[in-house]
């Protein structure tokens, strides 16, 4: 799942899957084909591909929820600080990656923080003026618990460090910013069948 959030860091570089179109005829023979594109000045119809077609095992790949925590530019957290802090709620830190991570007991990742400038990189030479945290949702299954554990976390340490809760667009985060991640999380679960998200967010 790391490479979810190695996605996520050069988000800006790439260009969404939303934006893809998609011809119709895509499964025709050479012959009809050209049969098609003879009509009407070689008409190009749009339409949207299904699921079974790719093959998909998982609708969310690739996709996540994120939220930033920006420091003030005098302020910025030490490294240690920071370590401890997170270390103390529950997260471990990968060395190898230099990112920390949120499993829970089958050792499975439920959520990411990472340098949310230039590599992701979290160490004693960081520069720490953002940090994102990055919850991946491909195979999870109770997205909004964990989202509810992360900005839970989120805002513990945007006290601790006196930095800014922001969403995946860099705006601050209000109470109803949260309230409709809550909703987008709990409507990911309903489609895995997981009905007690809903009555969660009342």
Do not use: C, W
Not at 34 to 46: Q, V
């Amino acid at each position: 799942m790391l490479t979810v959030v190695a996605i996520y860091l050069i988000r800006k570089k790439l260009s969404t899957s939303n934006k893809l179109k998609f011809s119709k005829g895509l499964d025709k023979s050479p012959t009809d084909q050209e049969n098609d594109n003879s009509e009407l000045g070689s008409k190009n119809e749009i339409r949207q591909p299904t699921q079974g077609e790719f093959n998909l095992d998982d609708p969310n790949e690739l996709k996540y929820l994120s939220i930033h925590l920006l420091a003030k530019q005098q302020k910025q957290p030490e490294f240690g600080l920071l370590e401890t802090k997170i270390i103390a709620n529950g997260l471990t830190y990968q060395d190898s990656k230099k990112v920390f991570l949120k499993v829970d007991s089958n050792n499975i990742v439920l959520f990411y923080i990472v340098n949310g400038e230039g590599n992701g990189v979290l160490n004693q030479e960081s520069n720490i003026s953002l940090v994102t945290f990055v919850l991946p949702l491909q195979g999870q299954r109770n997205i909004l618990k964990i989202f509810e554990d992360m900005i839970a976390l989120a805002r513990n340490i945007a006290s601790s460090f006196e930095m800014k809760l922001l969403d995946d667009n860099f705006n601050s985060m209000s109470d109803q910013t949260i309230t409709n991640y809550k909703e987008r999380a709990a409507e990911i679960d309903i489609n895995y069948g997981n009905n007690v998200a809903r009555r969660r967010i009342k």
